[in-house]
């Protein structure tokens, strides 16, 4: 399965709302979402939970008659980074199955990959300081679009690195458990890909998620209720 939401220039007043706000904390959550792939419905859901030793994991699952994907990242807070340690991708589309499982070791500061992966894409792969992979990037939107934070990442997943540069492309109110939220809308294209985010100030993750592949929605996620 491809990373689902894996030089942002932004305006001094759309910064200037966010500026003050701390940085969310991190909590464990469940989210759930209204979710639409490869045009059919599907329900998704995010967690969040606490492992021993500083550490976190972090899921999505989606799933429909058609298909039935799932990520998970173990990862730790080092500073102010959110850095991964391990990750484990499922998908089953029909009769087609792929597993891949990544381990970022940060002594060596490399990274490599195991499972259904081409050979090419099995590392190692130089790690910096402040590697994120796909999953984890959408806990760092949330955090650092309510912190005023510029959102530039460097993805390290699936067998390589990719720079990631989100902007700010205006607002939104939507409805999560029946009350309206404001949401700060951010975007990233990549030639005929674009990932689209919905932000809330006081959400951990965002309200919304869309990736759309040469003009068309691939993958909608719309959060429902957050506990």
Do not use: C
């Not at 298909?67 to 850095?83: M, N």
């Amino acid at each position: 399965m491809k990373p689902i939401f894996r030089n942002l220039s932004v305006a001094a007043i759309a910064l200037a709302a966010f500026a003050s706000l701390p940085a969310l904390a991190m909590q464990p959550f469940t989210a759930n979402y209204r979710a639409s792939y490869m045009g059919m419905q599907a329900s998704g859901t995010m967690t969040l939970a606490s492992e021993a030793g500083n550490r976190w994991r972090y899921s999505l699952q989606i799933k429909n008659p058609m298909a039935d994907l799932s990520q998970s990242t173990v990862f730790e807070e080092h500073g102010d980074a959110l850095r991964p340690l391990s990750s484990h991708d499922r998908s089953v589309l029909l009769i087609k199955r792929k597993q891949v499982d990544a381990s970022y070791d940060w002594n060596r500061k490399q990274a490599t990959w195991s499972g259904d992966v081409k050979p090419e894409r099995r590392g190692p792969v130089r790690l910096q300081n402040g590697d994120m992979d796909a999953l984890l990037i959408n806990l760092a939107i949330a955090r650092d679009v309510a912190a005023g934070q510029p959102l530039n990442y460097r993805m390290v997943d699936d067998g390589r690195t990719k720079a990631l540069s989100y902007r700010v492309v205006g607002k939104e109110n939507m409805t999560v458990d029946g009350k309206t939220v404001e949401t700060t809308k951010v975007s990233r294209v990549d030639g005929d890909k674009e990932q689209i985010a919905w932000i809330a100030a006081d959400m951990p993750v965002p309200v919304r998620l869309l990736q759309r592949e040469g003009g068309k929605d691939a993958l909608d996620l719309t959060i429902q209720s957050l506990n």
